[in-house]
């Protein structure tokens, strides 16, 4: 099993453009998680999907940033515009049916936004 | 609601030193417990869980118990290596639908 997959794993861009990142979940999983990591706020959920719908994007935290998952075996973050602020790790988890319900992460995208 | 507490660090040992992380849990039914570890530049990986009470989780040497008295899941090794430098994380799931709830994570570093 390749385990989750994350693409780019680093991104460097400039205030103001859109950045995208993606996550291909481990094949049969059925919930997929998005967690933004800095040193400051550390490991926070930003959205969660079951079975592709979005369960709660309370985490989002403003308009700038949106996800998809338009099937089963990948998932899209996007940030439009890009603000410095922005610079973080980013995880993409997956997990599925039945307890006792671990997540498996993968390695992160390392954003920076200058 | 569900919440983990765990000690804050960082941690500093020398090679070969005991090592006990505590952690705590608030839950309203029965959890899985978990640990995760995370080593620089890596995403969080599962190090063990335990799924009810009394349960002993172990891995790589570390091990901890499910103690529903104390609400606690305390990580535990008896000798630490340098290679076991990282931040570990204390979760809980109680439901298959939810994410798991992440304690704020707890730096360790040994020094050989």
């Known amino acids: 099993d390749a385990g989750v997959i994350q693409s780019p794993r680093h991104e460097v861009t400039e205030m103001g453009q859109e950045v995208t990142l993606r996550c291909k979940p481990i094949?049969?999983?059925?919930?997929l998680f998005w967690y933004r990591q800095t040193m400051m706020r550390g490991l926070e959920l930003l959205i969660y999907f079951n079975n592709n719908v979005p369960i709660d994007d309370s985490g989002m935290p403003e308009d700038r940033f949106s996800a998809k998952m338009p099937n089963a075996s990948f998932s899209t973050l996007k940030i439009q515009p890009s603000e410095p602020r922005d610079s973080a790790v980013y995880f993409c988890a997956s997990r599925g049916t039945g307890g006792p319900y671990e997540q498996f992460f993968g390695p992160g995208t390392r954003l920076t936004v200058l | 609601g569900n919440s983990v507490t765990q000690m804050e660090g960082p941690v500093t040992l020398s090679e070969e030193a005991f090592l006990t992380i505590n952690c705590t849990y608030t839950?309203?039914?029965?959890?899985?417990l978990f640990w995760y570890v995370q080593y620089p530049g890596e995403g969080l990986q599962l190090l063990l869980k335990?799924?009810?009470?009394?349960d002993k989780g172990s891995n790589k040497g570390f091990e901890a118990t499910y103690r529903k008295e104390t609400t606690s899941f305390h990580l535990e090794k008896g000798s630490v290596q340098v290679s076991d430098s990282a931040v570990y994380f204390c979760?809980?799931?109680?439901?298959?639908?939810?994410?798991?709830?992440f304690g704020k994570g707890t730096r360790l570093s040994v020094i050989a």
């Open positions: 979760a809980l799931s109680d439901q298959g639908n939810t994410p798991l709830v």
């Open positions: 839950a309203t039914g029965y959890p899985s």
């Open positions: 335990a799924t009810k009470a009394d």
């Open positions: 094949s049969g999983h059925n919930s």
